[in-house]
């Protein structure tokens, strides 16, 4: 269990693959195994950590159904991102989620051709929901990877409007004054998520409802205090453990955050393989310093306290 039964605390789930850049199915089985050890409360697959562009459509589905068979009677949610540059493909997407019984589905907004505006993207995400089938959806605001920077005020009254089935935002920007205004103004059935792993008690300060971000793959644990401290008021306690999130992410990311935090994942005994190409993955010998560096942080000990 969370330290916060009543807080939706996701994990973006890398995508498995092996040495040569394939998927690598079997390998879920045990991320499910690590995610419900560690105590999160869902998965949220093929998002930005899962190299969701990097997949074709067929190798996105058939990681949602993998998720989909290991999740299947376990406490965790499944949440799939359908999003892509291509409105056929996110609705294919989505209509797969809808078949494999997914929690929820999420989407970013297409980044090659843009949205001209709010109303634009309400329409884009409409259509995708209408291929759903009415599952709950929830936008993935990541401006800086999709490059699509919207009022988030005017976007999010005018998706209300528009589908009733709408679920929130998850908000991966460093403004958590505008994060603020989004939870005031949302309805009691909706959430908002955080998505900045390196910021979180900034995100609850604000009011989050829950969060989703790739460091709790292997590090939930670490944040562990922050979530205990909106009971127990341990506030010191708080900030060193966002303290030490901060170091940890910034040593991973000096490596090349995506290929480097699948490297993290073989360190902890849950291997999911490379990143796919153009990402980065460190060589051997840089795979060895970040072991290193990470230990001399007490990582090793944070995550295994």
């Not at 409409?126 to 920077?149: F, H, Q, R, W």
């Not at 060589?283 to 230990?295: R, V, Y």
Request: include cysteine; charged fraction near 25%.
């Amino acid at each position: 269990m969370t330290a916060r039964d009543d807080f939706d605390w996701l994990a973006a789930v890398h995508t498995p693959f092996d040495s040569s850049g394939e998927l690598a199915l079997e390998l879920i089985d045990a991320q499910a195994e690590n995610l419900l050890a560690q105590g999160v409360s869902g998965a949220f697959v093929c998002g930005s950590t899962g190299e969701s562009l990097s997949l074709s459509v067929d190798e996105r589905k058939l990681v949602a159904e993998r998720w989909a068979d290991v999740t299947r009677g376990a406490d965790l949610s499944l949440w799939v991102h359908v999003g892509a540059n291509a409105l056929p493909d996110a609705c294919e997407l989505a209509r797969s989620a809808a078949a494999l019984n997914a929690d929820a589905i999420a989407l970013m907004p297409p980044c090659f051709f843009r949205p001209a505006d709010e109303l634009a993207l309400v329409d884009w995400c409409a259509a995708v929901d209408a291929a759903s089938g009415g599952l709950p959806i929830t936008y993935y605001e990541t401006p800086d990877m999709s490059g699509v920077k919207a009022d988030m005020h005017v976007f999010t009254e005018e998706m209300r409007r528009r589908i009733p089935n709408f679920k929130g935002v998850k908000y991966t920007v460093s403004d958590p004054q505008l994060f603020a205004e989004l939870v005031r103004n949302k309805r009691a059935e909706e959430g908002m998520w955080w998505g900045r792993d390196e910021e979180l008690l900034s995100g609850l300060d604000a009011g989050a409802s829950g969060a989703i971000g790739s460091s709790y793959n292997y590090a939930a644990k670490v944040y562990e205090p922050i979530l205990s401290s909106l009971d127990e008021g341990t506030v010191q306690a708080a900030n060193e453990a966002q303290e030490r999130a901060v170091k940890m992410i910034d040593v991973i990311a000096s490596y090349g955050y995506f290929g480097a935090a699948k490297a993290v994942m073989g360190f902890i005994g849950v291997p999911v393989g490379p990143a796919r190409m153009p990402l980065s993955n460190p060589s051997p010998e840089d795979s060895a310093k970040l072991h290193e560096e990470l230990d001399e942080l007490g990582f090793f000990e944070w995550v295994s306290a």
